[in-house]
Nanobody
């Protein structure tokens, strides 16, 4: 069974950058679509970015579009989220997630956490000067 573990969170200054990693174990990520979500206390988990594997298409939330990049390193079986120009709107616990198949409307469905079968435990991102 696929297992996911995030790392790379921490304290970043406003305007700074960080790269979150999500190491997969148990089986290969090949064939999975994967995503990053984030959650702050009292709010629902929010989709940040998704890589839809069948079409090799990346989706981004408007809040991070243009300053974030989702990627993977297949030999390392690891997913990444590079985030730049961090703001006070970005602090949250960030989770990686994976699913074998998203529905046909993947361009909107990716934002829905219920579609994903596998989750990491999360990594905290804090933005402060």
């Amino acid at each position: 069974q696929l297992q996911l573990m995030e790392s790379g969170g921490g304290l970043v200054q406003p305007g700074g950058s960080l790269r979150l990693s999500c190491a997969a174990s148990g089986e290969s990520l090949d064939g999975y679509s994967f995503a990053w979500f984030r959650q702050v206390p009292g709010k629902e988990r929010e989709g940040v970015s998704c890589f839809w594997s069948p079409g090799r298409i990346a989706h981004y939330a408007d809040s991070v579009k243009g300053r974030s990049t989702i990627s993977s390193n297949n030999p390392k079986n690891t997913i990444y989220l590079q985030m730049n120009n961090l703001t006070q709107k970005d602090p949250a616990v960030y989770y990686c997630a994976a699913v074998v198949r998203l529905p046909a409307n993947h361009d909107t469905a990716w934002r829905i956490s219920a579609w994903y079968d596998y989750w990491g435990q999360g990594t905290q991102v804090t933005v402060s000067s």
